[in-house]
Nanobody
Framework: QVQLVESGGGLVQAGGSLRLSCASSVTIFSNYAMGWYRQAPGKQRELVATITSGGSTNYADSLKGRFTISRDNAKRMVYLQMNNLKPEDTAVYYC????????WGKGTLVTVSS
């Protein structure tokens, strides 16, 4: 059973930064593609960023240049650095692990005040 635990969310003013972390229980973490998704109130869950086992990254077009995904295979961690946050970034952010199946964390709330 894969367990993912997100942390690092909170309340931040517009223009500020946050770094989200996701700890994984995956035994062979390097075999999994990892990602961050978010769900704003009243909206569907959407892609934020993904990173393959080899380190290739993919971002939602609207977030390129502000968000950076990274991973530490030795620590079984994935991170999301979020800069220049905007009120529209307010959402619950979910960590995802993918290898044949998708696994999800419970999410961490990010609130950006104007």
């Amino acid at each position: 059973q894969v367990q993912l635990v997100e942390s690092g969310g909170g309340l931040v003013q517009a223009g500020g930064s946050l770094r989200l972390s996701c700890a994984s229980s995956v035994t062979i973490f390097s075999n999994y593609a990892m990602g961050w998704y978010r769900q704003a109130p009243g909206k569907q869950r959407e892609l934020v960023a993904t990173i393959t086992s080899g380190g290739s990254t993919n971002y939602a077009d609207s977030l390129k240049g502000r968000f950076t995904i990274s991973r530490d295979n030795a620590k079984r961690m994935v991170y999301l650095q979020m800069n220049n946050l905007k009120p529209e970034d307010t959402a619950v952010y979910y960590c995802n692990a993918h290898r044949i199946m998708d696994y999800w964390g419970k999410g961490t709330l990010v609130t950006v005040s104007s």
